[in-house]
């Protein structure tokens, strides 16, 4: 106050007194960033991995292995924690933000245009993230997911050792009523099997308006393969293979058909959200997920978000984490290399391998 450092909160301010504030800025985390020992050429090659060396630790957020580069795409192995785009929360502390460095700092990129992300994985979700390093590459990547042209496939830790060998999981994903973030979050919008089978053949044209929440809900298939059981624990490890890519799909459609993924403290059994407040940590920043959607879920329940033993009473957030999901294996066609299909391997953790 006038140049004087206050702490009195009965300090009296005149008209003309002078207030200044000054906060230290949040030091953000540091990401190491790892190419491959040797770079891509190119050349026609199918199979691309991330091994698991020493050099990578697999539970550490803060290292962003490369898998591939040349000068139109890079494949990288995102660790859980790290998010993929700035938020709110964090810019420097990105896979965007870090490859953008990276190749500025550079004296000798190869790529045509700013490295960008094709699509998202949740703070939560390790594994394979396609980058685009040319306009043309951001382009045809973008088109050729959006035509389920791109092979996905995931691994999950989910419950119920007596999950089907394989199963098909066909059910629509759309808004339903939820206390936060809009007053709506994605859930599972079943097919309404009592409409008549006259009435579903004029509604054919739009299959998504057979679901019972009609307003924003989009088909989504996901196939599931059951890699390794543990009876004893009463938890499986399953292959998602996912044609769709609907805000978070895998969660949705695994509980969903009664095998919620473990951990998952958002959806419950019939692929619905928990409305139930309950206890939860106060969040690190490096707990934010600002990735996969953007509605809003960062506010709490209003009267009840004070600090209880540490914690806070609200209801789960997508964003929690607590799961184990993985983007285990994603195929693609060259953007430039017409015929070209390349396959991109992360290494799972160990408790999701085979």
Not at 5 to 34: A, G, M, N, Q, T
Not at 266 to 279: A, K, S, V
Not at 334 to 343: D, L, N, Y
Request: charged share 25%; net charge negative.
């Amino acid at each position: 106050m006038d140049g004087t450092f206050v702490k009195d909160p009965e300090y009296s301010l005149s008209p003309e007194c002078r207030i200044s504030y000054h906060r230290s800025p949040w030091i953000e985390p540091v990401i190491d960033f790892i190419l491959p020992s040797t770079r891509a050429t190119g050349t026609q090659t199918e199979n691309y991995s991330s091994s698991t060396d020493s050099c990578f630790d697999e539970d550490d957020p803060h290292t962003l292995r490369v898998i591939y580069q040349d000068e139109q795409l890079m494949a990288v192995h995102k660790p859980s924690g790290l998010p993929t785009m700035p938020s709110q929360t964090y810019f420097e502390y990105s896979v965007l933000n870090v490859l953008r460095k990276s190749d500025s700092s550079s004296s000798n990129s190869t790529f045509l245009a700013p490295p960008q992300p094709v699509h998202r994985l949740g703070v939560g979700t390790s594994g394979v993230l396609l980058i685009a390093t040319s306009l043309e590459a951001r382009t045809r990547l973008s088109a050729d997911i959006r035509d389920k042209h791109v092979k996905k496939i995931y691994r999950a830790l989910v419950r119920g050792a007596d999950i089907p060998d394989t199963m098909k999981i066909d059910c629509p994903i759309g808004p339903v009523p939820f206390p936060i973030g809009g007053g709506t979050i994605h859930a599972a919008c079943p097919i309404d099997h009592s409409v008549d089978e006259n009435k579903r053949e004029e509604m054919n044209t739009e299959a998504d308006s057979l679901s019972k929440n009609v307003k924003g809900a989009k088909s989504a298939l996901s196939f599931v393969r059951v890699v390794r059981r543990n009876v004893e624990a009463n938890t499986a490890v399953v292959e998602v293979e996912i044609p769709t890519g609907r805000p978070h799909q895998i969660r949705i459609h695994m509980a969903y058909v009664g095998h919620p993924l473990v951990g998952d403290p958002l959806y419950l059994p019939g692929g619905i959200p928990d409305c139930q407040t309950r206890l939860f940590p106060i969040r690190k920043k490096e707990d934010e997920d600002m990735d996969t959607d953007d509605e809003g879920e960062e506010e709490y329940i209003e009267g009840i978000d004070g600090n209880v033993s540490g914690g806070v009473m609200r209801v789960p957030l997508p964003r929690d984490c607590g799961y184990s999901l993985h983007a285990y294996q994603i195929t693609v066609e060259h953007p430039t290399k017409i015929g070209e299909r390349m396959t991109f391997t992360a290494q799972p953790p160990k408790h999701l391998m085979g």
